[in-house]
Every structure is written in structure tokens, then in C-alpha cells.
């Protein structure tokens, strides 16, 4: 399923966007300098333009963001594989 963003979870949403660079194996020098673009920022949360795949139980798979300036969406990025299917794992049975 797909939803708006919420506030709450800018920091939680960051850190997914985080997660998915690196996975890629970036170098440390260039995620730092990636992380301003990695940001959710509540101001594009309360602009209702961040998008959020979510699982069964409403938990954050990847995050998309409409860019108003260039039109389109900036690079939608997903929670690594082994990390989704790490949550599935440690799921209680009645939660998958």
C-alpha cells in the first residue's frame, strides 16, 4: 500500500533513505555528501508531496518524494531486501 507521509516519521523515513544508498556500497565520503538530497524534511511531508510503501502492519518498505522544482519524483528508494526480509523473520506469526 502507498500513503502520505506523516511528521512523525521524517527521521525514521531519512534513515530508509540512508539504509538504501549505502546498500549500494558508496563510499562513506560520498553518502555524506549525499545527505542533504537523502533528507525528508517535514516541509515536504506538510506539502503532502512524500509517498510511503508500506507493509501489512504500516511499516516503511520505501519513500518517494514529488520534486516540485524539476517535475517528476525524485529517486523513490526502498528498504534494503535483507532488512525486509529480516522484519518478516522476527514478525510474530499472526503479523505476516
Not at 531519512?14 to 563510499?27: D, I, V
Request: hydrophobic fraction near 45%.
Amino acid at each position: 500500500m502507498i500513503r502520505l507521509a506523516r511528521l512523525d516519521e521524517a527521521g525514521a523515513l531519512t534513515a530508509l533513505c540512508r539504509r538504501s544508498k549505502a546498500h549500494w556500497g558508496y563510499n562513506d565520503d560520498f553518502l555524506r555528501l549525499a545527505a542533504p538530497a537523502l533528507l525528508v524534511d517535514a516541509e515536504a511531508i506538510g506539502e503532502r508531496r512524500v509517498f510511503v510503501s508500506v507493509d501489512r502492519n504500516d511499516r516503511a518498505l520505501g519513500v518517494a518524494r514529488l520534486d516540485i522544482e524539476a517535475p517528476g519524483v525524485a529517486e523513490p528508494l526502498s528498504q534494503p531486501r535483507a532488512a525486509v526480509l529480516e522484519e518478516h523473520r522476527s514478525a510474530p506469526q499472526g503479523a505476516r
